[in-house]
């Protein structure tokens, strides 16, 4: 079954399983930028693990198959990041993504951030975010459609499993399962000195966009074995 998941001409989400409907946007990207024929097969999940078997057939989707129930793995993977310059954060969101990580948390600015919003257009952006983690979530075949949350300040992320990525950090992989990453100028020695825990991600040093995703492989190769 993994394979007609991964073999299938497109993958969506839809809002049941048991009788898939495609939304607007995803009908014309199958039918106008794929340009499915008809017969071409179709995963659809709802995003919360179930997944059919479906045949592409004049614009809609028929269930070829049965209904596939996957388990959700823990622990669940978190990364945190800082908005970054650009649209490097949108290449992050889409990376960790296809990557594997489960939950996405967009930092408020900390001391170091370049990138600051006007309050007016956080729906806009965070709109836009998750829009990026679904569209890379269909791509990568995945059956959990991962979570984008935030803003988020850094005070609040804490806990148990969580780590700033931070030359020099000592902390285990097996203790981390929520990765923090700083702006572009990287955390102050304030926030520093605050972490809950420190983890290194290597001897070079890393644009932010690169640690988060170098970060994100590793918390997946680690726990998803």
């Not at 990138?115 to 965070?126: D, L, T």
């Not at 836009?128 to 803003?151: E, N, T, W």
């Not at 780590?163 to 203790?175: N, Q, Y």
Request: hydrophobic residues 45%; proline residues 6%.
């Amino acid at each position: 079954m993994i394979d007609a998941l991964r073999n299938s001409s497109a993958h969506v989400f839809v809002d049941s399983v048991q009788s898939p409907v495609l939304n607007d946007e995803d009908a014309h990207h199958l039918s106008r930028v794929l340009r499915l024929r008809d017969g071409e097969s179709v995963s659809c999940s709802d995003g919360q693990g179930s997944w059919v078997s479906c045949t592409w057939n004049s614009g809609e989707v028929e269930i070829s198959g049965d209904v596939v129930v996957v388990q959700p793995m823990h622990p669940l993977l978190t990364v945190a990041i800082a908005p970054l310059k650009g649209d490097r954060t949108d290449l992050v969101i889409e990376k960790v993504v296809e990557i594997g990580i489960d939950h996405i948390i967009v930092l408020s600015p900390v001391e170091h951030s370049v990138v600051r919003w006007a309050s007016n257009k956080v729906p806009q952006v965070m709109d836009r975010y998750a829009r990026i983690a679904r569209a890379a979530a269909m791509q990568s075949r995945r059956v959990f459609l991962p979570a984008v949350s935030g803003p988020v300040s850094l005070a609040n992320v804490t806990g148990q499993g969580v780590a700033f990525a931070e030359p020099g950090g000592t902390a285990s992989p097996d203790a981390v399962t929520t990765l923090v990453i700083g702006p572009e100028g990287g955390f102050s020695p304030t926030e520093v000195a605050g972490a809950p825990a420190l983890i290194d991600l290597g001897p070079s040093i890393l644009r932010a966009e690169t640690a988060a995703i170098v970060g994100a492989a590793r918390m997946v190769a680690h726990w998803r074995r």
